[in-house]
């Protein structure tokens, strides 16, 4: 399962993470976010103890939204040593975003 990740904790859940972080900017109002939830939530099991996976509600947490100049959702960054390294916009099947991750690995 995706950790929530907030305004309040983004600095050290994913900036002071010694592992790789994928961070899903959703909304439940956002259809295309509802298809690429489930896949977030399964990358998440599966790379336990690898990588860290997270989500962003977009509503409730305006300022790393901002901060990462999120305008377009579902919106996946990856972050390896606290820095962007890679990123995808939009609905995609997991394998695209398996192979994102596995580079930072």
Do not use: H
Request: aromatic share 8%; glycine share 8%; charged share 25%.
């Amino acid at each position: 399962m995706a950790l929530e990740i907030t305004d309040a904790n983004f600095e050290e859940v994913v900036l002071k993470s010694d592992k790789p972080v994928l961070v899903d900017f959703w909304a439940e109002w956002c259809g295309p976010c509802r298809m690429v939830g489930p896949i977030v939530d399964e990358i998440g099991k599966e790379y336990e103890g690898k990588a860290l996976v997270g989500k962003v509600n977009v509503d409730n947490n305006p300022q790393i939204s901002t901060q990462f100049g999120i305008r377009n959702i579902p919106a996946l960054l990856f972050f390896k040593n606290g820095e962007v390294v890679d990123k995808q916009v939009g609905a995609v099947p997991k394998s695209v975003l398996a192979g994102k991750l596995d580079k930072q690995l």
